[in-house]
DNA sequence: ATACCTGCAAACAATTTGCACAAAC
DNA sequence: GTTTGTGCAAATTGTTTGCAGGTAT
């Protein structure tokens, strides 16, 4: 099962298949697979809602054995950002924090009440994009999709 | 012409039109008019492209004879933020920026060359929303949208 | 007259950086 | 052994806050 297969139904992502991937990516790119970094990648595995670099240097310094110091804790979430590891998400609020994801084009269903993040595929802007195209005479090239509501979990209570 | 109506079709915001609305909100509201927020005011409006607090700031201090101090900048574009007088833009590359927009539900396309940024009110995601509350059992209440591209001018080039 | 607003400077918060030492390959 | 990564602490950057004095209504 690939990442991209592994994301292709809208699902949380899997703690387990997300870590193995990042190493599996790390060795290839000829990066160093350390405790400290091994320990970010850990902690950030088992989140399910949007965390921020201080939150996650906070919950590092506070648990567990290994304690890796802010510029690692920094410069890892940093490398797992750009390499598309991590996605940015917005909340309504404003506020941007992370989440686990797969590189590619993912967007994210956000739980506004308990933060869980949902990633999923399929976008169906197509037509959207041609209308507005036509419209503005501008050459659309991306966009940025994230929807908001109360997942199944806290819907029950 | 109501702002709304303004904003039927894709288009940028007029900086006249967005000055005389905020004006007449801030009356309305029994907020103060002074010439600080005047200054904040107007050097908005004539962004077209998104600019975060301390680049405004430092364009307010070095150009035109008022000079509004930074708590007065922030805390006016605070309230312009909070009552929707300001989009909150975020570029492909995490940063976020603002820029002059009208209350309401909106989305923007950004030109990824000069940062024009345009507006647009339909966004034509129901069926993916009904799609995805079925698969994910979410109840989906929000969405962030934006767009980028190049727009018609930065084309010609 | 009296809210409300402003400017300053200090406090605070978040992130980045330089560099000596340590660990992985 | 060499290259890459780590930790610390200082520097930087961005934003918020308290308060004394000023201003719009």
């Known amino acids: 099962m690939s990442p991209n297969e592994a994301m292709s139904r809208p699902a949380r992502v899997n703690p387990e298949a997300w870590t193995n ?25 088992r989140y399910a809602a949007p965390f921020t670099a201080e939150q996650l240097y906070t919950d590092i310094q506070t648990t567990g054995d290994e304690h890796p110091g802010r510029a690692t804790v920094y410069r890892t979430l940093e490398q797992l950002s750009s390499a598309g ?67 199944a979990e806290c819907r029950k209570r």
């Open 85 to 151: 590891w991590l996605a940015r998400i917005h909340t309504q609020g404003g506020e941007v924090g992370y989440a686990p994801s797969f590189p590619g084009h993912m967007h994210h269903l956000v739980c506004t009440n308990c933060g869980i993040v949902i990633a999923f595929e399929d976008c169906a802007l197509d037509e959207l994009l041609v209308r507005l195209a036509a419209q503005t005479n501008f050459a659309i090239e991306g966009h940025l999709l994230q929807l908001y509501g109360r997942c």
């Open 21 to 45: 991937a990042v190493r599996g990516a790390w060795l290839s790119g000829g990066r160093r697979v350390t405790e400290p970094r091994l320990r970010v990648l850990t902690t950030v595995a």
